[in-house]
């Protein structure tokens, strides 16, 4: 009787021992994880904040290698995993909210530069009714006329393009624009001075 008892005990342990150790893949962990990966992606964190994505991406790859590699064994566990798993869901939370912070930013910049350029221009205007018009000095600022419209022309462009291209690329290409006007007011103003030199 005490036998039957000890071994049915054993038996019994042996069996728990043996369902606890045929743990199942955590998928409703995995697919919540890539959900908030393509999530971050649709967010464009790729695009804005790629090191956060990257550090996303890193995570889930950790997760993934090691339930694989659980995967064969006869007793395992994913409470770890499992871990890492709810991780990357809070990590693709953060990387959608940086990814907004970024683009925010960016408009600013962008913003901050279209002012920036209409400030110049309207000096360069001012630069050029003071210019010395000397002999080729009116075929010079007749350029310097059209090159300022130019700008004004693009600027426009700049401002109509924030939100329907990647902010990057309207930042960069607003960048430019205010630096053609630079040198335009930098030209302006070492004429000038020359001139009153003189």
Known sequence: MKNKLLLSLSALAIAMFVLSGCAKVPQVEIDNATAAIESARTAQADVYVPEVFAALQDSMNVATESIEAKKSKLFKSYKKEKAQLVNVVALGEDAKAKTEQRINELKAEIQQTLTDIATIVAENKDLVSKAPKGKG?????MAIKGEIATIETTAAEVSAAVGTENFITTLDKAK???????????????????????
């Open 137 to 141: 000095g009116s075929t010079v600022l």
């Open 176 to 198: 430019a624009v205010k630096e053609q006007a630079m040198n335009i007011n930098n030209e302006l103003k070492a004429v000038i001075e020359k001139y009153t030199k003189k």
